[in-house]
């Protein structure tokens, strides 16, 4: 069996970690009010829709508080995330 890592658990190429470390450094959290979402369909229609964007790392929907917190490598396109927002059937009304 082998494996890219090294006996003593280090992997034989840095490439992947020096990516995720520029990354993790570049993150920005954003949060957003959004109105019309009700249950747990709406938290994955959202979900879904602005997860797809590019530079998007994450997405948390917060239904019972109308919020929604995007975190992206670097600053966010709000047109884009209101654009993805609208497009699951909801409206992004500023950010919180």
Known sequence: M??????????????GATTTATALADRTATVYRVSGMTC?????AI??????????LS???DVDGGLVTVTTAGDPDDTAVAAAIDDA?????GRA
Not at 40 to 44: I, N
Not at 47 to 56: E, K, R, Y
Not at 89 to 93: P, Q
């Open 59 to 61: 997405v948390d929907v």
């Open 40 to 44: 747990g369909h709406c938290r994955t």
């Open 2 to 15: 082998s494996s890219c890592c090294s006996p003593d658990g280090s992997c034989g190429t840095n490439a």
């Open 89 to 93: 059937g909801y409206e992004l009304t």
């Open 47 to 56: 979900t879904t829709s602005v997860g797809a964007l590019v530079g998007v």
